[in-house]
C-alpha cells in the first residue's frame, strides 16, 4: 500500500477547512491503495516520513515565514530524511528525488516567504514539487476548499502510480 503523509499546522478553523479538504481529496473515491497518514506538525516523526511515498505540506505563514510548528518537523526529521546542508548551515540544493510533495499555505497579507521558507527547506530534500502550491489569503471559500481537494487528489494519484 503506498503512504500520502500529510503534515500540517492548523490553527484555527478556516486553516483546519483547508486541511480537512486536501485529506478528503487524498482518500477521494478513485484512489485505489493509497494510505493517507495525517500528522500535526509538532508530532510528525522521521520514520513518519521514512515511511512515505509523499508529502503535503500545510501551514500558516507567520512572520513572513512558515510557521515554527512546520520549522519544528523539518528541524526534527531534515537529516534523518536525507537532508543535505552546506558549510554554513542552510539548505543545500540537492539533486532532486522522486518522492513527490505538495504545500498549501494560508495567510492573512502575504504567503509569499511562507512559500519561499518551505520550498528553501525542501530543495535540499530527495524530494520533488509535484503539484503548484496552493497560497490562500483571508477567509476560505468553496473555490480555496475545492483547490485543497484537487491538492491532495493530486499527490494521492501520484503515489498510487
Ligand atoms: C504572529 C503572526 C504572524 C503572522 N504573519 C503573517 C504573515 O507574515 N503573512 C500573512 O499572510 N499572514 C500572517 N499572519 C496571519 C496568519 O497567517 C493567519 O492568522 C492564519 O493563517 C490563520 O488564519 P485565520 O486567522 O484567517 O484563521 C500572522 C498571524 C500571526 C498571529
Known amino acids: 500500500m503506498a503512504r500520502l503523509l500529510v503534515v500540517h499546522h492548523s ?3 478556516s486553516v483546519q477547512e483547508l486541511t ?5 481529496g487524498g482518500n477521494d473515491d478513485a484512489i485505489e491503495g493509497v494510505e493517507v497518514v495525517v500528522r500535526r506538525a509538532l ?8 515511511a512515505a ?3 503535503l505540506l500545510g501551514t500558516t505563514a507567520n512572520f513572513g515565514y512558515m510557521s515554527g510548528a512546520l520549522k519544528h518537523f523539518f528541524d526534527t526529521i531534515f537529516l534523518e530524511a536525507g537532508g543535505a546542508l552546506s558549510d554554513d548551515g542552510s539548505a543545500s540544493p540537492g539533486s532532486g528525488g522522486k518522492k513527490p510533495f505538495g504545500l498549501w499555505v494560508h495567510g492573512r497579507y502575504d504567503t509569499t516567504g511562507a512559500v519561499r ?3 528553501s527547506i525542501v530543495q535540499a530534500l530527495p524530494w520533488t514539487q509535484a503539484a503548484d502550491v496552493l497560497e490562500v489569503l483571508g477567509d476560505v471559500t ?3 476548499t475545492e483547490a485543497a481537494y484537487e491538492l491532495g ?5 501520484l503515489v498510487m502510480d
Open 43 to 50: 508530532e510528525a516523526t522521521a520514520d513518519d516520513v521514512l
Open 11 to 13: 490553527p484555527t478553523p
Open 117 to 119: 521558507s518551505v520550498v
Open 142 to 144: 468553496e473555490a480555496h
Open 20 to 24: 480537512d479538504a486536501v485529506i478528503a
Open 153 to 157: 487528489g493530486t499527490l494521492a494519484a
Open 53 to 55: 511515498d509523499g508529502y
